[in-house]
């Protein structure tokens, strides 16, 4: 899974030369948005990783692979509304599927970690409830005075997408629709 101590790897025949090494640091979130037909809700989760790292590697076609992975306990998401969690909880099958992962896949440039926030493209595989799906996220990275690698990723999803059936209440009459939108948030050192 981590590129330990190896400076390249060999992917489709092609050499990936390691371009950097982050260590995703304590304190990242992941946000998901959503509506029902009388309001919208907000459910955030944490990430307290041990010791993830995020690996960048090139190609001489300046192929991006991006290498890495954060996992989040779906019992860790907060709804702020007792019902609204317990519910999210009880549709993404937190007994059966405790935890959702985010794997890293590509970028399509690398990120020149400047103050100014910069926008990329890249990919992700999402696993949630038994169910992995390939998404094309965007990413903003931006780095502060002290070295730190912000990243923010965000995407569009939809409860169907993983074979789930959105939640409804009282019979049906309070229902939430089938989108979502996801945003993570991690920060990053260069190791």
């Known amino acids: 899974m981590l590129l330990l101590g190896f400076n390249f790897i060999s ?3 092609k050499t990936l030369d390691l371009k950097a090494k ?6 990242g979130t992941l946000k998901v948005d959503g509506t029902t037909n009388l309001n919208s809700f907000s459910c955030l989760a944490t990430t307290d990783p041990l010791s993830d790292t995020i690996n960048i590697m090139m190609n001489s076609d300046s192929f991006i692979l ?3 992975n954060i996992n989040l306990e779906i019992d860790g998401f907060d709804c702020h509304n007792s019902f609204m969690t317990s519910d999210l909880r009880k549709t993404l099958n937190a007994t059966t599927y405790p935890v ?4 890293f896949i ?4 690398f990120p020149e970690l400047k103050f100014l926030q910069e926008s990329i493209k890249g990919w992700v595989n999402i696993e949630l409830a038994g169910v992995t799906k390939k998404y094309e996220v965007n990413y903003k990275f931006s780095m502060d005075e002290q070295k730190t690698i912000h ?3 965000d995407r569009s999803v939809n409860f169907s997408d993983f074979k ?3 939640p409804k209440k009282l019979g049906g ?4 629709k089938d989108n979502l939108d996801v945003e993570f948030s991690l920060s990053l050192k260069s190791i």
Request: aromatic letters at 6%; charged letters at 15%; zero cysteines.
């Open 11 to 13: 992917w489709n025949n």
């Open 22 to 27: 982050w260590l995703v640091l304590k304190g």
């Open 66 to 68: 991006m290498k890495g």
């Open 100 to 103: 959702m992962k985010i794997n």
């Open 106 to 109: 590509s970028l399509n440039r």
């Open 151 to 153: 990243l923010i990723g």
């Open 164 to 166: 789930l059936t959105p």
């Open 173 to 176: 009459l309070i229902r939430t």
